[in-house]
Structures are given as structure tokens and as C-alpha cells.
T-cell receptor
Framework: QKEVEQNSGPLSVPEGAIASLNCTYS??????FFWYRQYSGKSPELIMS????GDKEDGRFTAQLNKASQYVSLLIRDSQPSDSATYLC??????????????FGSGTQLTVLP | DGGITQSPKYLFRKEGQNVTLSCEQN?????MYWYRQDPGQGLRLIYY???????QKGDIAEGYSVSREKKESFPLTVTSAQKNPTAFYLC??????????FGEGSRLTVL
């Protein structure tokens, strides 16, 4: 059974700080990695995807992937109260058929304090 | 207006009833998925379909059924065999890169 683990939080950071969200996964052959943001009562929204080791930056968001350590993280710079949400880590499988079956972590609840 | 439309947004079911949740997309994505989310938990895969007239069970398919008669539509039936159906149901479509895009969800409550 593939597993994706996240700290459930809640994680609180002051406005303007860097929020760091972490995720580990069990399937060593996983090829695709995603971060979703989910506001309370709403559906998940894709914010980042990453496929190769290293960093990927998009605006205030940076995704970091280390396949050797089976670890993926999301950094949010200059955190804003509007970033307060639950962040879901999702991992795609090891081969082309399973790559499109994502396994989700249980999410980390982030609160940005004004 | 491109996107994924789920209906109804809220649904109440009496014990022993089957209910069907609708999911329609106009993104021209081949793959469609149904996930279930319980409070404070992640998403669990119920069924998925990568092409018309074909679908596979996910991790928690018992008590659910689906059909995929056309590319745009992937309805989910919650049968009376599903013992704990109260949940937030999410339909998604997927690109070949693995990215999933979600509809707004349907919240089912059993009375």
C-alpha cells in the first residue's frame, strides 16, 4: 500500500514569514509530485507540480524534491492570511498507468497570523 | 466556460436508497476520477477511468458503481451497500502529466 505522510499541523506562521510544508512517500519509484491547496469546505486546487529532483519556483511558491530521501516540500514565501488553508501532497505512481493514480496525504493545516 | 461540473452540490439520502452524483467535463481530458474525502482526512480513490467504456476500481470501490459511456461524463452511484456514505465526493479529470483538476464537489449526508 502506497503511503504519503504529512504533518497534520496545525502550522502557524506570522504574516510575511516563510511557511515550510513537508511530505514523505513510501513508493521509491514514484515519478510525479503535486501540491494542492484546499480552503475549508472547498475542493482542492493545484498549485505546484514537480517531476525531477531539485527546486521549482512559481511566484511565492517553491517545491523541492529529493527522490533519494523520498521527500517533497513546499515553501511559501511572504506568507499572507489568504494562504491559510490545508495543503495536500499528492504522489503519482511508478509506471505510466499508475502515474495518473495519485495517492494523497492527509494534509497540513496552515494558519497565517496577521 | 471550461471546467468540471458536479451536481448536486448537496444531497441527502435516506438509508437504503441509491443516489447518483453527476460529473461532466469539457476540458477534453481522457482520464476521470472519483475521490472521497472524510473530515480531516486526505482523498481516497473510489474509481477511475482512462478511456470511454473502461474503468477500474480504486482503493475503496465497495458500495459504489460508475459508468463511462461518453468522454464528458463519469457519474458515480452510491449504493445502499455503502455503509458509511456521508462524505465529500470529488470528481477530477487528469492530464497525461498526472495533474488532476477537481470539480466543486458534492456533499452527501445520510439521514
Amino acid at each position: 500500500q502506497k503511503e504519503v505522510e504529512q504533518n497534520s499541523g496545525p502550522l502557524s506562521v506570522p504574516e510575511g514569514a516563510i511557511a515550510s510544508l513537508n511530505c514523505t512517500y513510501s513508493d521509491r519509484g514514484s515519478q510525479s509530485f503535486f501540491w494542492y491547496r484546499q480552503y475549508s469546505g472547498k475542493s482542492p486546487e493545484l498549485i505546484m507540480s514537480i517531476y525531477s529532483n531539485g527546486d521549482k519556483e512559481d511566484g511565492r511558491f517553491t517545491a523541492q524534491l529529493n527522490k533519494a530521501s523520498q521527500y517533497v516540500s513546499l515553501l511559501i514565501r511572504d506568507s499572507q492570511p489568504s494562504d491559510s488553508a490545508t495543503y495536500l501532497c499528492a504522489v503519482g505512481g511508478a509506471y505510466s498507468g499508475s502515474a495518473r493514480q495519485l495517492t494523497f496525504g492527509s494534509g497540513t493545516q496552515l494558519t497565517v497570523l496577521p | 466556460d471550461g471546467g468540471i461540473t458536479q451536481s448536486p452540490k448537496y444531497l441527502f439520502r435516506k438509508e437504503g436508497q441509491n443516489v447518483t452524483l453527476s460529473c461532466e467535463q469539457n476540458l477534453n481530458h481522457d482520464a476521470m476520477y472519483w475521490y472521497r474525502q472524510d473530515p480531516g482526512q486526505g482523498l481516497r480513490l473510489i474509481y477511475y477511468s482512462q478511456i470511454v467504456n473502461d474503468f477500474q476500481k480504486g482503493d475503496i470501490a465497495e458500495g459504489y458503481s460508475v459508468s463511462r459511456e461518453k468522454k464528458e461524463s463519469f457519474p458515480l452511484t452510491v449504493t445502499s451497500a455503502q455503509k458509511n456514505p456521508t462524505a465529500f465526493y470529488l470528481c477530477a479529470t487528469g492530464r497525461n502529466t498526472g495533474e488532476l483538476f477537481f470539480g466543486e464537489g458534492s456533499r452527501l449526508t445520510v439521514l
